[in-house]
């Protein structure tokens, strides 16, 4: 069936470091990705997403491209803040249904 | 994107009651989802809601435990019945756009004693 792999967590930046975090999928299909951030204490927000292959989702200096060929969908930012610290989730979907990643908790130090 | 707001936003309850939590959204909505994301853990899809029809429960759910109302276009609700502690996760409602985005409320915080 479908699935979302990302990369464990937590990762611990500094502040401006750049960031990177892994995102793979196995898809019957050609779904759309997207990733999702999830602050402290608040719900899921959708942060980008793209909708097909070499598509390139960009939102808040955070960027994700569609890798059919290597059905990847890392999330990336050159110079991360400490206000980025959540927890991010990758996800596939087709049509209404949304299956996501475990989820990678991102800690930025000041 | 919808503006999504549920009630309540947490509670804890003691094992063998039911809780029920609202969704109300402020658009019209076709579809909407009930999402349970347990302790360090991915959201996991329970159900979907379409208005007049009965719920589309996912594999390991069933509308016993879980029964879900669509009266209108605008609101939900899902009952967590007959609870015990396993049944402690925070609960997501969300909703879908035209472009096939879903949008999520702040969540129920479940706690089972």
């Known amino acids: 069936g479908d699935s979302v792999t990302q990369m464990e967590g937590p990762v611990t930046l500094s502040e401006e470091a750049f960031l990177t975090i892994n995102c793979t999928y196995t898809?019957?299909?050609?779904?759309?990705l997207f990733w999702y951030v999830q602050y402290p204490g608040e719900g899921l927000q959708l942060l980008l997403k793209a909708t097909k292959a070499d598509d390139k989702g960009s939102n808040k200096g955070f960027e994700a491209t569609y890798r059919k060929e290597t059905t990847s969908f890392h999330l990336e930012k050159g110079s991360v803040q400490v206000s980025d610290s959540a927890v991010y989730f990758c996800?596939?979907?087709?049509?209404?249904?949304?299956?996501f990643g475990a989820g990678t908790i991102l800690r930025v130090k000041s | 994107s919808a503006v999504i707001s549920q009630k309540p936003s947490r509670d804890i309850c003691q094992r063998g009651t039911s809780l029920t939590i609202q969704c109300q959204v402020d658009s019209q909505v076709t579809m909407m989802f009930w999402y349970r994301q347990q302790p360090g853990q991915s959201l996991t899809l329970i159900a979907t809601a379409n208005q007049g029809s009965e719920a589309t429960y996912e594999s390991g759910f069933v509308i016993d435990k879980f029964p879900i109302s669509r009266p209108n276009l605008t609101f939900s609700t899902l009952t967590v019945s007959n609870m015990s502690p396993e049944d402690s996760s925070i609960y997501l409602c969300?909703?879908?756009?035209?472009?096939?985005?879903?949008?999520f409320g702040p969540g129920t915080r479940l706690t089972v004693t």
């Open positions: 969300s909703v879908q756009s035209e472009d096939y985005e879903q949008y």
């Open positions: 898809a019957t299909g050609y779904p759309s």
């Open positions: 996800a596939l979907g087709y049509g209404n249904k949304l299956v």
